[in-house]
Nanobody
Framework: QVQLVESGGGLVQPGGSLRLSCAAS????????MGWYRQAPGKQRELVAAITNGDSTNYADSVKDRFTISRDNAKNTVYLQMNSLKPEETAVYYC?????????WGQGTEVTGSS
């Protein structure tokens, strides 16, 4: 089993920044990619950004040029630097870790944009 511990969520003013972290630990698990998804109230969960173990990245169009995903392979940790946050980006942000045959979700960290 793999445990994912997320941190960094909170209340942020429009235009503000937050940095999310997700650390993976547990049984030996070959990680292929790590990513962040978000789910706003009443909406489906959507991809925000993902990064492979080869550092290839993929971003939702809505966050390009504002969000940056990175990872520390030695620490099995993925980060999401979020800049210029918008109130409509209020959501629960979930970390997802993908292996060859399995994937795991974190418990989510809440990001709330104040107006």
């Amino acid at each position: 089993q793999v445990q994912l511990v997320e941190s960094g969520g909170g209340l942020v003013q429009p235009g503000g920044s937050l940095r999310l972290s997700c650390a993976a630990s547990g049984n030996s698990f070959s990680i292929y990619s790590m990513g962040w998804y978000r789910q706003a109230p009443g909406k489906q969960r959507e991809l925000v950004a993902a990064i492979t173990n080869g550092d290839s990245t993929n971003y939702a169009d809505s966050v390009k040029d504002r969000f940056t995903i990175s990872r520390d392979n030695a620490k099995n940790t993925v980060y999401l630097q979020m800049n210029s946050l918008k109130p409509e980006e209020t959501a629960v942000y979930y970390c997802k870790v993908v292996g060859i045959t399995r994937y795991f979700w974190g418990q989510g960290t809440e990001v709330t944009g104040s107006s």
